[in-house]
């Protein structure tokens, strides 16, 4: 047998024996099952929206759509991508990371703190109980304007970012029919947009 260098020797064997290591360790996923559960107990965040969320204008059962469609978002949530970069720059910027296990654990917290205080889950609370926990468990620095949903600091903070960055919320905001980022055509363009309700 031919001498080998050790350093070929090495460089041509360590793939080999990372890939054997690694396989090692992988854990069998189910098809159909994620690797990355969400982990946001949607009751406690359904109780949430209801004293975050401008429920007046929404009503109960748009709060839970609402809450709902902000976890089917949370779900395709993709962690640091690529963002827009300002004309002129070749500096790529890069989105936060998935804030679903920091949310969850947040959702978690509220939940706890309920249990211990009151002796019931922070879903069958009532609104001032609730907003009693919230209060305390808020960052003490919040942003002076929501951020994009993704690096908002809480769960509540998010899901109201959210909310406001819909084009739902603008609508509720003009009590019209904008339909922001949907195309109406031209032929609308002279015409005011009909009432909320028409």
């Known amino acids: 047998m031919a001498d080998i260098p050790r350093r070929q020797f090495?460089?041509?064997t360590?793939?080999?024996v990372t890939g054997l290591a690694i396989g090692a360790c992988a854990r069998d996923v189910p098809p159909g099952e994620s690797d990355k559960p969400q982990g946001l107990d949607r009751a406690v965040l359904e109780a949430l929206a209801m004293i975050v969320l401008p429920k007046t204008a929404l009503g109960d059962a748009g709060v839970l759509r609402v809450s709902g469609d902000f976890l089917d978002w949370l779900e395709g949530f993709a962690p640091v991508t690529e963002r827009d970069h300002p004309y002129y720059s070749s500096q790529i910027n890069y989105g936060?990371?998935?804030p679903a296990p920091l949310w969850g654990a947040q959702l978690e917290a509220l939940d706890i703190e309920a249990q211990n205080r009151f002796d019931i889950g922070f879903s069958q609370l009532g609104a001032d109980r609730q907003k009693s926990i919230l209060d305390?468990?808020?960052p003490k620095h919040i942003p002076q304007a929501l951020p994009y949903?993704?690096?908002a600091p809480h769960v509540a903070i998010g899901l109201l970012a959210w909310f406001y960055a819909t084009a739902e919320a603008?609508?509720?905001a003009l009590r019209a029919q904008v339909g922001r980022q949907?195309?109406?055509g031209l032929a609308s363009g002279p015409h005011k947009p009909p009432p909320l309700g028409d």
């Open 14 to 16: 360590a793939g080999v």
């Open 170 to 172: 603008n609508d509720l």
């Open 149 to 151: 949903a993704g690096d």
């Open 182 to 184: 949907s195309c109406r």
């Open 136 to 138: 305390r468990q808020l």
């Open 96 to 98: 936060p990371p998935d």
């Open 10 to 12: 090495l460089k041509g």
